[in-house]
């Protein structure tokens, strides 16, 4: 848990962000499992949300990131799962689409969240420059 005695009225600087932030990374970590939203995170933490972001994207820490988001997703998915299966024969037309959108909207989360495994669009930039490079390669050989 964080110590409360270390947020001050006013926010952070970014280094003291960094700081605080380190401190309490498998809080952050943790809240972040658990869908707490960058917003409420950096209120909590009294730090700018682009020093939270920045602070979560350095290359020691974006790994442990992207499982906390992971985990948020599959728990998203689960709770898109349950309202299309609390629909009922007895229920009335605006009921069922209100817990279809609900659905939509949750699986929408979990897509943002693991657009490796829910988004059927995305692509690794790893894979797109690996096959651009050989092309580059082919058309510039044949000059």
Do not use: G, W
Request: hydrophobic share 35%; proline share 1%; net charge neutral.
């Amino acid at each position: 848990m964080h110590d409360l005695k270390e947020i001050k009225k006013k926010e952070l600087s970014k280094s003291d962000s960094f700081e605080l932030l380190s401190k309490n990374l498998d809080y952050v970590l943790n809240q972040i499992s658990k869908n707490v939203s960058y917003a409420s995170l950096a209120k909590e933490f009294n730090v700018n949300v682009a020093n939270l972001c920045f602070f979560l994207n350095q290359d020691e820490i974006r790994e442990k990131k992207e499982v906390a988001l992971q985990i948020a997703s599959y728990k998203i998915i689960d709770e898109a799962k349950q309202y299309l299966e609390s629909i009922d024969a007895d229920d009335t037309n605006a009921s069922v689409r209100k817990k279809c959108e609900l659905s939509q909207f949750a699986t929408y989360i979990a897509k943002v969240k693991n657009r490796k495994e829910f988004d059927l669009n995305y692509k690794e930039q790893i894979n797109e420059q690996s096959q651009v490079m050989p092309k580059l390669e082919i058309i510039l050989n044949n000059k």
